[in-house]
């Protein structure tokens, strides 16, 4: 893994100034960006309409590989693939990509590790390494960009579904909370939506939080239409101080005030996400409080069947809790899906398979039979 500064971490306008500044063409940038997002080229000795002296100055200055496979678990119905991904520094952090019959969606991750330390998450329980680079962000994409777009990767029986060719849906939903890592992710987002290049819809886009206020009130000014999904998890602040302990910091009330200024100055929907927990969140009396939380807002709730760490007292809620859960949502008009499971057998959760290479397991393997969780 080369070491110089990632080209990933650049927006169109800062290339082009770079190459302005080498005394080379503007055009340039943009056909190193077409290279880079729209033909996925891994380095720049394959940039054949470019001048040698411009490949040689790019490779000599910035790198097309902020992170490296070290290891990658993939289900037994092919549908799901987990990367852990080596970046600077030996630090570790995970992607996944998970296929359905229309789409190809991406859970990266935006931290190694999160300092939010919701006790039922695996990266939580890792703890705060650093934030992402926006390069390193933009590089989980387009690796797994490159994989689909390569119609050998994984020989034949990789593909579970019709061999698809991009990544279609992107979720900042993996480690760390993007809302403490904000500036770099964003920029990241502007980059992977620039029409220019990758041309990823703004609303193929997806942002979690467990709930930053100032990050949400942040991205209500923002000018592309990325879709907000709030990490709830329970609807009263005492069980919530402990599933979600941000909230000692903003509480309920606060984060749903939050919540309607944002729908105000959008109108877009937000997803809440409620991950169930056997006896923990997923009585009557927590649907009950949710009801009344979400009443009037403009909402759709996503419930979570919780896959647990190992060793952890967290379990998750039984079928039946789950559909009367969710039976008692839409009774109250409150719109509601329960997440299709995926990567059951391969720890898919993340942090899950960081936790277990740094707890003594196999790298540099590809491992089937293994994934899910869910983050704080």
């Known amino acids: 893994m080369t070491e110089g500064r990632s080209l990933y971490d650049l927006t169109y306008e800062e290339l082009e100034d770079v190459i302005k500044g080498w005394g080379h063409p503007a055009y340039r940038a943009r056909q190193i960006w077409e290279w880079v997002y729209v033909k996925l080229a891994g380095d720049f000795a394959s ?7 411009l490949r040689r100055q790019l490779a000599e200055t ?27 520094g030996n630090e570790t952090v995970e992607t996944v990509l998970m296929f359905y019959d229309k789409r190809r969606t991406l859970c990266i991750s935006s931290q190694v590790g999160c300092g939010m330390g919701c006790p039922f998450c695996a990266t939580g329980l890792s703890g ?23 119609p050998l990767a994984g020989g034949e029986e990789a593909a579970p579904v019709p061999r698809p060719t991009r990544v279609t849906n992107v979720v900042f939903m993996g480690m760390g909370e993007p809302m ?14 620039d029409k220019r290049g990758f041309n990823l819809g703004a609303r193929r886009i997806t942002v979690s939080t467990v709930g930053l206020v100032p990050g949400i009130l942040r991205m209500a000014e923002e000018d592309l239409q990325v879709k907000l999904a709030v990490s709830l998890h329970a609807a009263e602040d005492e069980l919530r101080n402990w599933l979600v302990p941000i909230n000692r910091r903003y509480p309920l009330a606060e984060l749903m005030d939050a919540v309607r200024t944002y729908i105000r100055r959008t109108g877009r929907r937000v997803t809440f996400e409620y991950a169930l927990m056997r006896d923990i969140n997923d009585r009557p009396e927590h ?7 979400l009443k009037g807002v403009l909402a759709h709730v996503n419930l979570i069947p919780l896959n647990p760490v190992e060793g952890s007292p967290f379990q998750p809620s039984t079928r039946r809790t789950t559909v009367r859960f ?14 299709l499971r995926r990567g059951l057998d391969i720890n898919a959760g993340c942090g899950q398979l960081r936790r277990h290479v740094l707890q003594g397991g196999q790298e540099g393997e590809k491992r089937e039979g293994e994934i899910t969780g869910v983050r704080g």
């Open 326 to 339: 969710a039976r008692m949502l839409e009774d109250a008009g409150i719109p509601v899906t329960v997440r």
């Open 62 to 88: 910035f790198s097309l590989a902020p992170l490296h496979l070290l290891t990658e678990a993939v289900s037994t119905d092919k549908r799901t693939r987990k990367g852990l991904f080596r970046l600077r």
């Open 180 to 193: 403490a890592n904000y500036d770099r992710g964003w920029k990241a987002i502007r980059i992977l939506t």
């Open 47 to 53: 940039m054949t309409n470019l001048p040698k002296e």
């Open 287 to 293: 649907a009950r409080a949710l009801i009344r939380r």
């Open 128 to 150: 705060f390494r650093r934030n992402l680079s926006t390069g390193e962000i933009v590089g989980q994409v387009l690796y797994y960009a490159r994989w689909l777009a390569d």
